[in-house]
């Protein structure tokens, strides 16, 4: 997947903010189970919230990163502990624009 580009960024942004986090990846971290949930909700909504309560912010951001990488999907937004991800889906109409 290509890089967002600051506009798609800031209109993926938008089109978030009145979504509620799909998954939450609770103390125990990223488990394989947690990926595949997240990597579902992301083939069929290609934006979704994830609320990740780790107290500590360095492992916020790794199981943030986590996620990320094992579900080849782009950080669109990290809120405090709510990260929005988007990975567009070929087979569904796209939400956002070239």
Not at 44 to 72: F, M, P, S, Y
Request: proline share 4%; with cysteine; aromatic share 2%.
């Amino acid at each position: 997947m290509t890089e967002l580009t600051a506009r798609q960024r800031h209109a993926l942004r938008a089109r978030a903010h009145g979504l509620k986090p799909l998954v939450i990846v609770g103390e125990g971290g990223a488990a394989d189970g947690v990926i595949r949930e997240i990597d579902r909700c992301l083939a069929h909504h290609q934006l979704v919230k994830v609320r990740v309560n780790a107290a500590d912010r360095a492992q916020r951001e790794g199981l943030i990163e986590r996620i990320r990488a094992a579900t080849r999907a782009e950080l669109v937004a990290r809120v405090g502990h709510v990260a929005t991800l988007y990975r567009a889906n070929p087979e569904r109409p796209p939400i956002l624009k070239e």
